[in-house]
């Protein structure tokens, strides 16, 4: 059986909607997590898209997640679910104690609903106003940092916009 290991940064870390032969902790180089990728497939609408991440290249930083080692079905199925501007870049995976090569899925500036950079406001605010047939974008992100905190894995901009949202809203911090 052909296997592959993939990086998940966003939802695949608290959301793996797929069978997995394993998950480690695991980290790739030279990438940060961004809210820079538009949805209207999931997150959103066609005229009032959500904000999800995206990858963007960062000398020198690492960006932490989680691994999963998969069949070639679950990667049919990931290209199914993520066909909104997203592509496979091969990558090469830190795990806890071995370096795999694996596959991210990578929104770049060139798909059409790439949207960028923005004040954090209005990207919290965007987020505050979406939501899509996967559900709102503020459950998409305050379940990204809470997964993240439990993991132990700190993200500045994923925490400055889950603080803002949830002052925004009035919900809880922790
Ligand atoms: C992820 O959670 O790693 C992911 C983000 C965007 C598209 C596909 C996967």
Known sequence: MQD?????????????????????PGNICHWSRRFWQG?????GTKNRPGRVLT????EGKLCYGRAFRVTKEVLAHLD??????YKRHDVSIQLPSTRVAGIVYI?????????????L??????????????????EYLTKLADALKG???NDDHVFRLDALVRKKLGLDTN
């Open 39 to 43: 949805s209207h497939d999931h997150r």
């Open 4 to 24: 592959f290991w993939i990086f998940g940064y966003g939802s695949l870390i608290w959301r793996p909607d797929f069978p997995f032969l394993e998950s480690r």
């Open 107 to 119: 929104a770049s500036q060139q798909n059409a609903a790439f949207l960028g950079d923005a004040p």
């Open 80 to 85: 199914q679910r993520e066909k909104n501007g």
């Open 151 to 153: 993991l132990r894995i």
């Open 121 to 138: 406001e209005a990207i919290a605010d965007q987020i505050c106003q979406s939501e899509g047939p996967s559900g709102s974008n503020v």
């Open 55 to 58: 990858l963007i290249a960062s």
